[in-house]
């Protein structure tokens, strides 16, 4: 049905417009019309919005869009956190958590490994996690298609940590979504499959002294 609009006439009582039955009518038709499109036709939005003010749909193909246009579009993973989001020029799905935009997997980002960072005073990273080498500024190997996580949190203020192309060279920048992330420290490495350099390090943007080399493999 096309909205019914109540005629109102052309100037007060002027006699032109709709009767109060038939104007009235057309009011209850179009609030029968919403409710029944958005609820089950006594109240509205009961299959979207929950008792509590909750997005709550449970049946039917129903389709929420996420679309980011890029990385800088995304809002505040803070204030979001929980939140997924599509971002269209990577690709990639992301979630919001301790104030970073994670990257999930797909075909192209293949096992996660985290690694979470401490310091050795100024002069050196130490580091936890699968595989990680014991000892200062331990070198790594990265394998294309796998994912890495650094977490600095605790460090970020003071050590931040960043993948760079070389000792004091510039950030590396493919494949990294949060290189580093200024406010948690964490750092998100999806290793090309096609590297470009196979050679890299990470280093302290204060500190020179704190790097180590990481290097990346086709084959695991």
């Not at 204030?79 to 990639?92: D, E, S």
């Not at 192209?108 to 960072?117: D, L, R």
């Not at 130490?126 to 990265?142: L, S």
Request: glycine content about 12%.
């Amino acid at each position: 049905m096309a909205k019914q609009t109540v005629g109102i006439g052309s100037s007060a009582n002027d006699g032109t417009g709709d009767t109060l039955r038939v104007g009235a009518d057309k009011i209850n038709d179009n609030f029968n019309e919403i409710y029944a499109a958005l609820g089950n036709s006594s109240d509205v939005l009961t299959d979207i919005i929950d008792s509590n003010g909750l997005l709550n749909v449970s049946s039917g193909a129903n389709k929420i869009v996420f679309y980011y246009a890029a990385l800088s579009d995304l809002p505040s993973a803070s204030t979001y956190h929980g939140a997924v989001a599509h971002v269209h020029a990577t690709g990639g799905l992301y979630f919001a958590h301790g104030g970073a935009w994670l990257r999930l997997n797909d075909e192209t980002s293949g096992p996660v490994t985290k690694y979470t960072a401490g310091t050795s005073g100024s002069s050196a990273y130490t580091f936890t996690g699968p595989g990680a080498t014991a000892g200062n500024n331990p070198n790594f190997v990265f394998y294309c298609g796998h994912t890495y996580l650094i977490d600095n949190t605790a460090n970020v203020s003071s050590h931040p940590l960043q993948i760079r192309t070389s000792d004091g060279g510039s950030a590396f920048t493919t494949g990294v979504t949060e290189n580093y992330n200024s406010t948690t420290g964490l750092t998100q490495f999806i290793v090309p499959h096609e590297p470009s350099d196979t050679s890299l390090v990470y280093q302290c943007t204060n500190h020179s002294a704190m790097v180590g080399n990481i290097t990346i493999v086709t084959t695991n």
